[in-house]
């Protein structure tokens, strides 16, 4: 079982950057491949990257690609999403998640955080 905090929420302007950090708890965190996700209201929870166990591969959504960096620090049991030339339409609730492969699909999820806001203003 592994539990799952983010951190580095906020308001910045379009054109601006953010990372966000994803701490687990447990030794076990290395057995899990990361996702993060992004939600806003009334709409289900959006892929927008995920890395494998090992940080060897990541996978992103083309909504972000070429604008974001996912990275893990298995020592620190962390992951990190590095946002970069925020759009508005990057607003929303980001919420990291663990599970046993990297997939795009949330419901192949089993361990999540209690999400950070990010919110870009025009």
């Known amino acids: 079982q592994v539990q799952l905090v983010e951190s580095g929420g906020g308001l910045v302007q379009a054109g601006g950057s953010l990372r966000l950090s994803c701490a687990a708890s447990?030794?076990?965190?290395?057995?899990?491949?990361m996702g993060w996700f992004r939600q806003t209201p009334g709409k289900a929870h959006e892929f927008v990257a995920a890395?494998?166990?090992?940080?060897?591969?990541?996978y992103y959504a083309d909504s972000v690609k070429g604008r974001s960096t996912i990275s893990r620090d298995n020592a620190k049991n962390t992951v990190y999403l590095q946002m970069n030339s925020l759009k508005p339409e990057d607003t929303a609730v980001y919420y990291c998640?663990?599970?046993?492969?990297?997939?795009?699909?949330?419901?192949?999820?089993?361990?999540w955080g209690q999400g950070t806001q990010v919110t870009v203003s025009s």
């Open positions: 998640a663990a599970g046993p492969s990297s997939y795009t699909d949330p419901s192949r999820y089993g361990y």
């Open positions: 447990g030794r076990t965190f290395g057995s899990y491949a």
């Open positions: 890395i494998t166990r090992s940080g060897s591969s990541t």
